[in-house]
């Protein structure tokens, strides 16, 4: 069993930062490849980053290389996204998710709702123009 509890959301200027955390409970943490996930008003759950176990190889959605990094600190059981130069179309509630399973660590698989077992209850993120 894994919990993930996120923080770090809030009301921001366009151009603005704000880091994300996601905070897990497990002892498979390290093993897990984890996620983040947003999710707008009336759209569907959209992928954004992903890190592997080992925090070795990420992945991005086009839409936000460059301006946002994942990274994990594996002693704290804890990952964290810093978004940089926000713009209104990233307001959405975030969402962190954690592979426990190790399924194949491949571009396409891990921008899929289905490669994750556990999500967390989301944080607000609402980016001002």
Known sequence: QVQLVESGGGLVQA???????????????????????????????EF??????????????DSVEGRFTISRDNAKNTVYLQMNSLKPEDT????????????????VGVRTTTQYDYWGQGTQVTVSS
């Open 15 to 45: 151009g603005g930062s704000l880091r994300l955390s996601c905070a897990a409970s497990g002892r498979t943490f390290s093993s897990s490849a984890i996620a983040w996930f947003r999710q707008a008003p009336g759209e569907e759950r």
């Open 48 to 61: 954004v980053a992903a890190i592997s176990r080992s925090g070795s190889s990420t992945y991005y959605v």
């Open 92 to 107: 959405a509630v975030y969402y962190c998710a954690a592979d426990v399973k190790g399924r194949p660590w491949l571009r």
